[in-house]
């Protein structure tokens, strides 16, 4: 997945004096469940009703939230509640906020990454939408205030054929230190069932991931993996971890993630991805998946 990364959101928090890492955002609904964050519920219920003073209230004034947009960097305090109270004059109706990772990054300061899936009713009918981005909210005073944001513009909402998650695991990559451990547990485990190991580099932040996590868990797909693999993820951060063991097993992280290796019970790398053949999941369907999983399952009684 090549989209929008933590990295290009810490340097806007050094700008604001803010210096810590962050996290990207996902799409809400009207109807959708409570996310992990309490005031990104009241954020979305503020969207969803295209409230601009409601929305103002969530950005920080002083100093003033600063925002990324597709047409730059802005300080100005209108730019964000501006944007997204338009969003249902432009015709949004329905939406599902779908949040890939609350990341609490210090005591009282969370990143949230966040992808919108809303329906639009246009002159031309009803069309679907996805925006990307990320928030990092601070407690001011008592009360949790947005003081840097990201964003992509609307765009069309690729048509994926693979099963996407209702709701992503926010917790589905472990932190990048566990990556060691859960590696050992893993071929210690396939040792004794004689399974193969999948090792899926990838992040929270990343949608394909989580895509490509709720494939193999969907039940076309768990019968196949679960007799055949052990699954582990393992957390790149912002390509910036485990760049030790995306070496080892032949993983070139700049083709993009989720990008998977396999392994032997006795840690032998039977093969990886070099292309980013899974990078992004609106270009693979269903038979892209059961073939690699097929080709590279363990050949037992031969």
Known sequence: M?????????????????????????????????????????????????????LSSFYSISPAARAKTPQGVTQDASEEPTFWSSLRRAGLGTFNLKVLEVKPIQ???????????????????????????????????????????????????????LPEPARPNTQLYPAPEEAPAEISAALAAASKD?????????????????????????????????????????????YDKNLDNARKYEIPL?????????????????????????ESTTRIGPEDVVQFLDKWKPKRGS
């Open 254 to 278: 700049e083709k993009g993630v989720p990008s998977l290796a396999i392994l032997d019970p006795d840690g032998k790398l039977v093969v990886s991805q070099k292309k980013g053949e899974f």
């Open 107 to 161: 005591p009282g300061v969370t990143a949230i990454v966040f992808r919108l899936e809303g329906k639009f009713q246009t002159p031309s009918g009803v069309k679907s939408g996805v925006i990307g981005g990320t928030q990092v909210w601070m407690q001011q005073r008592g009360e949790w205030r947005i003081v840097s944001t990201e964003r992509s513009d609307p765009g069309v909402d690729a048509t994926r054929r």
């Open 194 to 238: 004689h399974k193969r190991v999948i090792l899926v580099f990838g992040g929270n932040w990343c949608y394909d991931c989580h895509v490509l996590d709720a494939t193999f868990r969907s039940p076309k797909f768990a019968p196949l993996v679960n007799a055949n693999y052990h699954v582990v993820h393992i957390n790149v951060g912002d």
């Open 2 to 54: 090549k989209t929008i990364r933590r990295k290009s959101i810490i340097g806007l928090l050094v700008v604001c004096g803010f210096i810590f890492t962050v996290a990207h955002a996902q799409t809400v609904s009207k109807a959708s469940a409570p996310s992990a964050f309490e005031p990104l519920d009241r954020w979305k219920a503020a969207v969803a009703s295209g409230d601009r003073a409601a």
